[in-house]
């Protein structure tokens, strides 16, 4: 798997692992941490948690322009962890957090950090196999790249909702999800007399080691902690970002540094965008564009996995496996896991196809990996039929475990996303190594996840869904999008695999 790959790309990949280990602590608990934190909607959190992932991706653009301009991708990756670590900072400190537009805005500080950061590494890693000596191997490579970025992200959630509810408990407090809604219920005076006899009594009583406590009191304290945790759990991503930075400044050496080109190098990139005509040119870009506007319906729905994903968790979903509580935030951490060992398997398959001379085209795969995550919304629906509306949901303060869905549901939904994920992520950044012009690796690194963006901005779409339509029919546009995707993939082939030649 790793035989004639560049000695960069794993210092590369290592270094991204800080990266990783922000956004899955970040798609954990973010979502939960604003509902719980400020009392908001799934509306309300969706809106902005859209906002913050396609802030994520359309500045990487900014990154990729800020950093094509210098040509100095490596001091541009370097800021850029600086600052996502500055902005998980500003989370973790309770006191300054005390409105959803400071929150707002420390969320804006990781984005642009993240903006300088990832686009501009990915670069690095395709500009690593543009010697031909590598250049056979760049789907691999990229492929090798990805799984190794999500090591982190294995155990991000864990580590984020341990330190959440050891906080809680020491506050003398058990974990609950259903209770955070349920205090700001009692708070606004929004709750029934029937649910407020009924389950959140209950449940105060439970998490408070079996006495029923004063129920004033306990709503405030109850949030305090929870929240507070929330806010310690954010830290843990600062210690990802610092060790990453280590990483980088020990291993930069490896990576390639256009700054520094010798004036022969710089003759030899003249002549390869010499022979870059205009038509040609122009053809690469159209390509690439026709290509992230395919990509775009697949974030819009595969980044559900942090919103109405994760509120399916908390409000749908038995929290307990094999007899044993758990939080609705781990199951974000079925995706890298996924991605770290079933990686190898799939590079196993494409070159065991390869061998045969039947592996499919990058064009190919990722028209395929549309049908798989069609594939897997079309199990949640499934599984969903009969589920009250959310609206109903809310107002009984919550399902009765037994009116829950088995959380293999969401596991198995995760596994096929993330199979999807695999077809399309890592090959998608390979595709636009290899066809964007050598001109302009950084600014099309940056609209890939441009094109990112514009499916992120769109998330809150789902979430307007969850709360409005039934949770079958929800699932069910994320289907039908990402099959219409797949055939519009399918349909420019032909012309892509022509391009990218």
Not at 11 to 28: D, H, I, K, S, V
Not at 180 to 192: A, F, I, V
Not at 385 to 403: Q, R, T, Y
Request: contains cysteine; glycine residues 8%; proline residues 3%.
């Amino acid at each position: 798997m790793f035989k004639n790959q560049p000695k960069g790309l794993i210092p590369a990949a290592l270094a991204n692992m800080g990266e990783r280990f922000g956004f899955y602590t970040m798609m954990a608990i973010l979502t939960l941490f604003l509902m719980s934190k400020f009392g908001l909607t799934g509306t309300e959190a969706g809106g902005l948690y859209s906002f913050f992932y396609g802030a994520i991706y359309i500045l990487a653009l900014v990154g990729g322009l800020i950093a094509d301009k210098l040509r100095n991708y490596k001091g541009t990756i370097i800021a850029g962890l600086i600052v996502m670590s500055l902005g998980y900072l500003l989370l973790a400190m309770p006191a300054l957090i005390t409105s959803k537009y400071i929150a707002l805005g420390a969320l804006l500080v990781i984005a642009f950090g993240n903006g300088l950061f990832k686009g501009n590494l990915q670069a690095l890693v395709g500009q690593l196999y543009d010697n031909e000596q590598y250049a056979s191997k760049r789907d691999s490579g990229f492929q090798i790249f990805y799984m190794f970025i999500n090591i982190g992200g294995c155990v991000a959630p864990f580590m984020a909702t341990s330190v959440r509810n050891w906080f809680v408990k020491s506050q003398g407090f058990l974990y609950n999800s259903d209770l955070p809604s349920l205090c700001w219920q009692y708070n606004r005076g929004e709750m029934s007399q029937e649910v407020f006899n009924g389950r959140f009594t209950q449940l105060a009583t439970e998490v408070s080691g079996g006495v029923t406590p004063d129920m004033a009191s306990f709503a405030s304290n109850y949030l305090e902690a929870f929240n507070t945790g929330f806010h310690y759990a954010f830290s843990v991503a600062i210690i990802a970002m610092l060790i990453s930075l280590v990483i980088f400044l020990v291993s930069k050496k490896s990576l390639p540094n256009p700054k520094g080109k010798t004036s022969s190098s710089k003759t030899a990139v003249s002549t390869e965008e010499i022979k870059q005509d205009a038509k040609e040119i122009k053809q690469r870009l159209l390509a690439l564009f026709a290509v992230f506007g395919v990509v775009i319906f697949f974030w819009f729905s595969f980044h559900q996995n942090g919103l109405t994903l994760t509120m399916f968790a908390k409000d749908y979903t038995l929290l307990e496996l094999f007899g044993k509580p758990i939080s609705a935030e781990i199951f974000q951490s079925i995706n890298p896991f996924v991605v770290v060992f079933l990686t190898p398997v799939v590079m196993w398959v494409f070159s065991a196809l390869s061998r045969k001379g039947k592996e499919p085209s990058t064009p190919k795969k990722i028209g395929i990996g549309m049908g798989i995550a069609a594939s897997a919304f079309v199990i949640m629906a499934l599984g969903s039929i009969g589920l009250p509306k959310f609206a109903e949901v809310n107002e009984m303060g919550g399902l009765d475990a037994a009116a829950r869905v088995t959380p293999f549901l969401l596991f198995a939904t995760y596994f096929i996303l993330t199979i999807a994920e695999l077809f399309i992520s890592p090959l998608g950044l390979s595709f636009v190594s290899k066809v964007a012009p050598a001109h302009l690796q950084g600014v099309m690194q940056g609209c890939w996840l441009g094109a990112t963006a514009v499916g992120n901005f769109s998330l809150v779409l789902g979430s307007i869904m969850y709360e409005n339509i039934s949770i079958s029919v929800t699932w069910s546009v994320f289907a039908i999008v990402c099959f219409i995707s797949m055939a519009v993939m399918f349909s420019m082939v032909s012309w892509l695999e022509r391009v990218s030649k």
